[in-house]
């Protein structure tokens, strides 16, 4: 795959599954969720793949029927197969369509050899119980490939959706939910709401231009202790008896009660969490400005999507120049925006920039802000020192999460202002 992070557990080690299930709750940041079943390595000739016999060969010997899809005697388990890509493939392998055929022509023969009717598996696209990923990497300029074969946790779907926008428009330029939620940890604010429900001193997040209202809506999750998976299991269809497919597989020992303890579980943690943040004493404020009326109308809708009403997240339609938002705190304030830069919205790009300039410099002395960008040139309009800048890889997209300390703002006086022409001059040209 080409990024990812790993944990390890098998039927032997936690026969029940529980790991995986948790996570599939309480993660926010994956896309998916999968058990590595095999893989090929590049170093020995014999793991090559060049043909799609090669293929089919590879995958005959190395999943293994009886524990993936039953025990050849019993009703089989209905499967999907999905295939991906990394780097140059041989011919036979390039069309994602015919290699994952060439997958299931391999699994179907295999269980028709192994039971005694010659049946074989249905295949299931919708709600598979077994979802197969095969993921493929081309070496040497397409002279064959290798594989890694993988079943899914939560089926094909991908987890950033979390469901609280079914049913209405997606904005143009909305960012997908995980990623939000990635560069709301990477800021820390999952820390400074720990820190406020300990100390009492306030959590704060602020975004200015707000769009679809994601970092919003995200960040209230965090903030309420809401599972992203219970809200897609509200929304899946099946509703709160929607069982995911690894809950289905025959080599787990997983019950419903394991399910429906983890649902339990996190069903309390968000009726404290939804009570902390929705009390008139909580000191966490989440806020959010969105200048064009139907993206507003989007955010709001989300909101309410994902359960919280307009005194958990609170919205102005203002231009980000004249937004004063009702509640800052110094040091307990986050200010978390992904302002245009030219990909999916091209139309006003430096004048949003500049707003953004005087809304920070004007309205949040004394706090942190993060801005997403995928265009250098456009962070140079806010003539502010950065002190940090994390990278970001997403789809096609390469793009920087960058930090700014917003420094109070200075008394006025002739010498302050020609210190600071001469500062902004030494930044802009940096």
């Known amino acids: 795959m080409k990024s990812g992070v790993q944990f390890t557990e098998s039927p032997e080690t936690n026969p029940n599954c529980e790991i995986g299930l948790r996570s599939l709750l309480w993660l926010r940041t994956p896309h998916r969720i999968m058990e590595l079943l095999a893989s090929s390595d590049e170093n020995y000739e014999e793991d090559r793949l060049v043909t799609a016999d090669d293929l089919y060969h590879f995958i ?16 089989m388990q209905t499967l999907a197969i999905k295939a991906t890509s990394g780097g140059m493939l041989p011919k036979e392998l390039c069309h994602s369509h015919f290699t994952s055929l060439t997958v299931k022509n ?25 979802p197969l990923v095969l993921a493929l990497r081309g070496w040497n300029s397409g002279s064959y490939a290798t594989a890694s074969v993988y079943r899914c946790l939560s089926g094909h779907a991908s987890l950033h959706k979390r469901g609280y926008r079914e049913g209405s428009a997606v904005h143009k330029a909305a960012m997908k939910e995980s990623l939000a939620s990635g560069l709301l940890l990477e800021s820390g ?95 966490c404020v989440i806020q959010g400005n969105e200048q064009y009326r139907p993206a507003l109308e989007l955010a709001k809708s989300g909101s309410a999507g994902a359960g919280f009403n307009e005194q958990s997240i609170t919205y102005q339609n203002q231009d980000c120049l004249n937004y004063h938002p009702p509640t800052m705190i110094p040091g ?19 004048e949003s920039w500049g ?21 250098k040139d456009l962070t140079r309009i806010l003539r502010m020192k950065q002190t940090k800048r994390i990278p970001i890889r997403t789809g096609e997209e390469d793009l920087r999460w960058v930090q700014y300390h917003v420094f109070p703002p200075k008394v006025a006086s002739p010498e302050t202002d020609v210190a600071e022409k001469k500062e902004e001059e030494e930044v802009f040209v940096q």
């Open 189 to 283: 604010w999952d820390l400074l709401v720990a820190a406020a429900k300990k100390d009492g001193l306030g959590a704060v997040l602020v975004d200015p231009m707000a769009g679809s209202g994601t970092f919003c809506i995200e960040a209230a999750l965090m903030a309420a202790d809401v599972a992203p998976g219970l809200i897609r299991q509200r929304y899946a269809e099946g509703g709160k008896d929607y069982i995911p497919p690894a809950m289905r597989w025959k080599d787990y020992t997983t019950t419903p009660d394991t399910w429906n303890a983890l649902l339990t579980e996190a069903i309390q943690r968000r009726k404290e969490g939804m009570k902390w943040l929705t009390d008139p004493e909580s000191t």
């Open 355 to 375: 707003s953004l300039k005087q809304f920070l410099r004007k309205e949040v002395g004394g706090c942190e802000a993060w801005v997403l960008c995928g265009n």
């Open 332 to 350: 307990r304030t986050i200010v978390a925006t992904n302002p245009p830069w030219g990909l999916r919205l091209d139309t006003d790009i430096e």
């Open 60 to 75: 005959q010997s190395v999943v293994h029927i009886p524990s993936v899809l039953g025990d050849g005697q019993g009703g």
């Open 106 to 130: 391999a699994i179907v023969d295999a269980c028709r050899t192994l039971r005694s009717d010659g049946e074989r598996p249905n295949i299931d696209i919708k709600d598979p119980d077994v």
